[in-house]
């Protein structure tokens, strides 16, 4: 699995499972995609089917996901989570 740093100039490879790095990383992360976990903090916009990230990449969201996420997303929001944009 690579682990991609909001500067685009690091790549950190790890062995863990993404279910392993979902529980290390804690709730400053979203799991929007089996493939993606995106940093909370990091996160620019969002529509639909994607989440868009300050680094300007694009990550897929899952249809089925969309409403949980603005749900945990929100909730980042209101419990003191901080966007970067």
Known sequence: ????????????????????????LGDGFYRCHRGYLVNMAHIARYDADSIFL?????VYLTRKKHKEF????????????????
């Not at 100039?9 to 290390?24: K, R």
């Not at 300050?54 to 694009?58: A, I, L, N, Q, V």
């Not at 929001?77 to 901080?82: C, E, H, M, P, R």
């Open 54 to 58: 300050s680094s300007g990449e694009k």
């Open 1 to 24: 699995m690579e682990v991609h740093t909001t500067d685009m100039e690091e790549v950190i490879e790890s062995y863990a499972t993404m279910d392993e790095l979902e529980g290390q």
């Open 70 to 85: 603005v749900k945990a997303y929100m909730w980042y929001l209101q419990n003191g989570g901080v966007s970067c944009v």
